[in-house]
């Protein structure tokens, strides 16, 4: 079946840092991915998609790209903020038009002045 | 413009007990959609609903059920709780595929 596999947290960075997390999925077909974040006290919300293969995804200067030959969307920042301290969830649909996601674990990320 | 609004926030039930949990979605999202969050499984997908209609399932036993109003709010009910239901329940509406936004949850413990 479709499962998400995330990089295990929490990651703790220093302000300005490099972040990657990782996430590899397994899917039947061509399924969109999906990061989440979840800020304190805050909702799930989504932070960027990327529906095709070789498609970047970016929002807030975190960037995301469908790599079908290693089945991976890693979510990249150049230079974290303490803002961006969260709950980071990586996702994916395998059937369009539908919002039945399959979520990886979560990577908390807390960033450091 | 007001966000999805889960009732109620905290519940504490005993085993066998029936829960309904409610769901506001953000106005003019047709979609909702439901799911569980526990520590162990993570977020796992329960069911979606447009337009009153069951349109995806996810694989949990039937005493896991819901339901869509007219006005597009939805509710869940689970029946005949167990110790392992205790979790935390999220909301979602949507307009577009995969674009989702979350309400905070209602969390539920089954004593």
């Known amino acids: 079946g479709d499962s998400v596999t995330q990089m295990e947290g929490p990651v703790t960075l220093s302000e300005e840092a490099f972040l990657t997390i990782n996430c590899t999925y397994t899917?039947?077909?061509?399924?969109?991915l999906f990061w989440y974040v979840q800020y304190p006290g805050e909702g799930l919300q989504l932070l960027l998609k990327?529906?095709?293969?070789?498609d970047k995804g970016s929002n807030k200067g975190f960037e995301a790209t469908y790599r079908k030959e290693t089945t991976s969307f890693h979510l990249e920042k150049g230079s974290v903020q303490v803002s961006d301290s969260a709950v980071y969830f990586c996702a994916l649909s395998d059937q369009a038009g539908a919002n039945n996601l399959f979520f990886g674990t979560g990577t908390r990320l807390t960033v450091i002045p | 413009k007001a966000g999805v609004t889960q009732t109620p926030r905290y519940l504490i039930k005993t085993r066998g007990q029936q829960v309904t949990l409610s769901c506001s979605p953000i106005s003019g999202h047709r979609s909702v959609s439901w799911y569980q969050q526990t520590p162990g499984q993570g977020l796992q997908f329960l069911f979606e609903?447009?337009?009153?209609?069951?349109?995806n399932k996810g694989n949990f036993p039937g005493r896991f059920s819901g339901r869509q109003f007219s006005n597009s709010r939805s509710e869940m009910n689970v029946s005949t709780l167990e110790l392992g239901d205790s979790a935390l329940y999220l909301c979602?509406?949507?307009?577009?595929?995969?674009?989702?936004?979350f309400g905070e949850g209602s969390r539920l413990t089954v004593l």
């Open positions: 899917a039947t077909g061509y399924p969109s």
């Open positions: 990327a529906t095709k293969a070789d």
């Open positions: 979602a509406s949507s307009l577009s595929e995969g674009k989702l936004f």
């Open positions: 609903y447009f337009s009153e209609t069951q349109r």
